[in-house]
């Protein structure tokens, strides 16, 4: 009788209304947690759109300044970066919104419900709460069912503060509201596509990048399909990216293309449900591959057990910016006309005579991708209190390793992932611009370039190693590095004033290979990196762990 009931028991609780049991609280739970996240990533998403609405009018006051921005549209190039291209004879700010940013604005959405619906399951049981939970009245299928809802929600929120930034420019209330649906459908797929993931893997790192992968492929599925053929070819229809721009918004307005997105949204759902049913908790379905029996020499050192860990990340950081970075260099010649006929363009990103517009509009690329190496520079950092916070960092130290050396073993491997990335971003802008322009010349030049903005990008990476040290979160560092990258990206439009622009810390290197490096550019971010990482080191000895 009594080995019976174990066996009942869990009958009950993976079939019937017992299943779903605990759902309610976990919502609130769930929604509790991320009220922040959400906060942030609508007002993110909804404020980027109600820049555009506002900053476009005034770099392109009339149609024939629109017109020469559709015009590098047309390149195969900006068709795979942007869209289908709909609506390019006829370029109003409601089509350059929906071929231009719904791209950029579902894959950000994506990311968010990505991110969420691992948090709530996978990264759960990872870190031993699953288990917690699931001790009280909690059915099994409860955490996933409250994950997406939390998903759904999320996406929910993101749509409402996205429709009324559309409505505040003054586009078109049907149009807008197609275009919010795409954005929302291609998250709520790539959420419910994460559900699987957390299914199949037992880390929430794998299942997440899994995701993530696929989001990519997406993505270049989409591109492909677009650039091969005005208006999308039968590649762009294998994307949810694809099926969200063609609802053709702002042009020809059609809701059918989103059904096969909530088709593949409700698969996926029931997918994740029957997988999860199908396996114990805090294990995944796919088997978790053996390691070596003896440890490399490497992994003795804190610095080869840092690289070990975190090489993948820096791998796929390096392919994804080096992609982009030569797609965005492809367009070099395009945006030169458009810049030679707008010269107010040209003056936003620092070009001079038409003969100086090349090297100002490469050396202005070379700077946005050195903001996204920053990013990397301050997530990269903050393993630090990933690690502590699983409880893996005492692990480390109760060997023969100081946490000053811990310390500059995870920096050190910082240093080396963002001299990868910003090479790889001048390498592959150097190699699209010499393909646009002919210059063979431009490739090495971009790519040492690239290099300027170490010190820079580590200033911030620094700042997160103090924060961790001091255990006061990152949200400072965050704040200062967003508000560094709106500065330096939007600073001329928005009409900031010059000593605002001119103290921005993306302003303080000059913008090579258009302008000369100086010393001081180098010397003083490298000093200050260093004092900060010293000063991490300092605070970690001082205090206690996980305190």
Not at 152 to 164: F, I, K, M, P
Not at 224 to 247: C, F, K, M, N, Y
Not at 434 to 444: F, K, M, N, R
Not at 468 to 477: D, F, P
């Amino acid at each position: 009788m009594t080995t019976l009931a174990p066996a009942r028991e869990r009958a009950v609780r993976t079939a019937g209304p017992a299943a779903w049991a605990g759902t309610a609280g976990l919502v609130r739970h769930g929604l509790r947690r991320d009220r922040v996240r959400i906060t942030v990533w609508a007002l993110a998403v909804g404020g980027l759109i109600a820049y555009v609405g506002a900053a476009i009018p005034a770099a392109y006051p009339d149609q024939a300044a629109l017109q020469t921005r559709a015009a590098i549209m047309t390149d195969p190039s900006g068709a795979f970066m942007t869209g289908p291209g709909y609506g390019l004879d006829d370029y109003t700010l409601g089509v350059m919104v929906a071929n231009e940013m719904l791209g950029m604005v579902a894959v950000a959405v994506a990311v968010m419900s990505i991110l969420a619906v691992v948090r709530h399951t996978r990264a759960e049981e990872e870190a031993g709460r699953a288990d917690l939970v699931r001790a009280g009245a909690v059915g099994r299928s409860a955490p996933l069912a409250a994950a997406l809802a939390v998903l759904v929600v999320a996406n929910a929120a993101v749509g409402l503060v996205l429709l009324g930034a559309l409505l505040v420019v003054g586009l078109v209330p049907a149009d807008s509201l197609a275009l919010v649906a795409g954005a929302a459908t291609v998250g709520l797929v790539f959420g419910a596509l994460a559900a699987v993931t957390a299914q199949l893997s037992a880390h929430a790192r794998t299942a997440s990048g899994a995701a993530g992968a696929l989001l990519g492929l997406a993505y270049v599925l989409r591109g492909l399909g677009d650039a091969a053929e005005r208006g999308g070819s039968v590649l762009s229809w294998t994307s949810p990216i694809g099926w969200a721009q063609q609802t053709r918004a702002f042009v020809d307005l059609r809701w059918w293309p989103l059904l096969p997105g909530v088709g593949l949204c409700a698969l996926l759902v029931a997918a994740a449900f029957a997988l999860a049913a199908r396996r114990d908790v805090g294990a995944g379905l796919v088997p978790t591959r053996r390691g070596r029996v003896d440890a490399r020499r490497a992994l003795l050192s804190p610095t080869g057990l840092t690289w070990r860990t975190e090489r993948a990340t820096v791998a796929w950081w390096a392919v994804g910016l080096g992609v982009f970075a030569v797609l965005t260099g492809s367009l070099a010649q395009g945006v030169v006309e458009s810049l030679e006929a707008q010269p107010a363009l040209a003056d936003v990103l620092g070009g001079g005579a038409a003969g100086d517009v090349l090297s100002s509009t490469l050396a202005a690329f070379l700077a946005f991708f050195a903001m996204a190496v920053a990013v990397f520079a301050v997530v990269a950092t903050q393993r630090l209190t990933r690690e502590e916070d699983a409880g893996r960092t005492g692990v480390v130290l109760a060997a023969a390793v100081s946490r000053p050396a811990w310390l500059g073993a995870s920096f050190t491997v910082t240093v080396v992932g963002c001299a990868v990335l910003l090479l790889a971003a001048g390498l592959g802008l150097g190699l699209g611009a010499a393909a646009s322009v002919g210059d063979a010349g431009l490739t090495p030049s971009l790519t040492l370039a690239s290099l300027a903005y170490l010190p820079l990008v580590l200033c911030f990476g620094a700042a997160a190693a103090l924060a961790h040290g001091l255990r006061t979160g990152a949200w400072w560092v965050w704040t200062l590095l967003v508000a560094s990258i709106l500065v330096g990206l939007y600073g001329p439009l928005l009409g900031l004033p010059d000593a605002v622009q001119d103290a921005a810390p993306f302003a303080l290197v000059p913008r090579v290979p258009a302008e000369a490096l100086t010393a001081r550019a180098v010397v003083v971010p490298t000093v200050v990196a260093v004092v900060l990482v010293a000063a991490a080191g300092v605070a970690l000895r001082r205090r206690d762990l996980t305190a």
